[in-house]
């Protein structure tokens, strides 16, 4: 009897040793959710991020010409990367768009004031260094006299300066802001004076035109999302979204842009050439995507861009069934991007507006040269295209 009662004594110490442990490791769960709420690390919510003011969030985004990101940043960079927190919001609006609250949530990029700021720079310093460091051996990396930094493309041909340079003018037109800035420049002109023997050393046409596009640092690849995958299910409003980290959903956002923008191009040097490739490397699509890399901030960085416009319409035919399937993958858009497109569907003037945007900004848009009378009319088909398929998705999506 003895030996009863002291089991059941212990066995009624040892439960409410249990229960008092259970009850203070919920303290302390709860103690842990209110000191995040309350606390500095707040700010990694969705709606505290909403709340903080644009130009601040913008300022602090990321220095490019240093060559490497602070410690502050690079702080919030891991934070974004480690929120797997789900969004309180939808992330969609209006059935076929992206929400205004998730588009306020996009990393800053290469906004127009800090593009313009950047071309008076590269036009105004001397180049002091060239080195290997931009992609193929003809390209090279261009120091300036005050440090900062540029990727200068010498072309193949004249074609693939000239596309890559109107690609970047035309994603200005889009208000897609993901393309870095942009200047043309000619070696033989005195800011090369420093660097005339390694011009000569390199073999560059004495009147070539070279692009020189700004450089940014500690970029990352970007693996194709499995929507966007043959086997995906596309990017379409009857996709789940709401298990998606914020992260993944801000990259999503611009991915639909990207495919908008290589569509119009033509530009077969990315996504589309990882589907080709799929005949032979059945792995293709889970390696990094070609001209397209990452900041740690998140924000999508479309490089390369010479296989674009001129180049990619010369060589359409090949092309265009990967262009149109990927297209036809994609039912969810940015509205400015989709408003943009419209504007240019409704007024049919995407010569004249990339022109006179071209011709306004870039002082040596004469002897560079612009799209012939036949790719000016593949621009604008094409351009008429992208604005049928998104009617098509808001006809199919917007009752959800």
Known sequence: MRAVSVNSLALLLFCTLACVLHLWGGLERRLERRERDLGPSSAKTFRALLAVPAARTTARFFNVTAGRS???DAKRARDNQTNTAELEDDPLEDGV?????????LPASFSEDRARAWSLRARAQRVVSLEPGCGRTSNQLATFSDGSRACVRYGINAEQVQGETLAYYLARLLGISNVPPLVLAQPSAEQWAHVRPRVDSLQ????????MTEWIANLSGVVTPAP???????????VDLGNRTEAELLELVQWSDLVVFDYLTANFDRLVSNLFSLQWDSRVMERNTSNLLKTPHGVLVFLDNEAGLVHGYRVLDMWERYHSSVLRSVCIFRRRTAQRVA?????????TRLFDLYRESEPLAAQQGFLSD?????????????????????????QL
């Open 97 to 105: 768009f992206w929400s205004r609250s998730l588009e306020a949530r």
């Open 374 to 398: 036949e790719h000016a009319r593949i621009l604008q088909d094409r351009i008429d295209r992208v604005y049928r398929h998104i009617l098509h998705c808001k006809g199919k999506y917007s």
């Open 228 to 238: 966007l995958r043959p086997d995906g299910s596309g990017l379409r409003p009857s």
């Open 343 to 351: 504007a240019l569907h409704r007024y049919r003037d995407a010569r």
């Open 204 to 211: 560059w046409s004495g009147r070539a035109m070279v692009s």
């Open 70 to 72: 602070g410690g502050v």
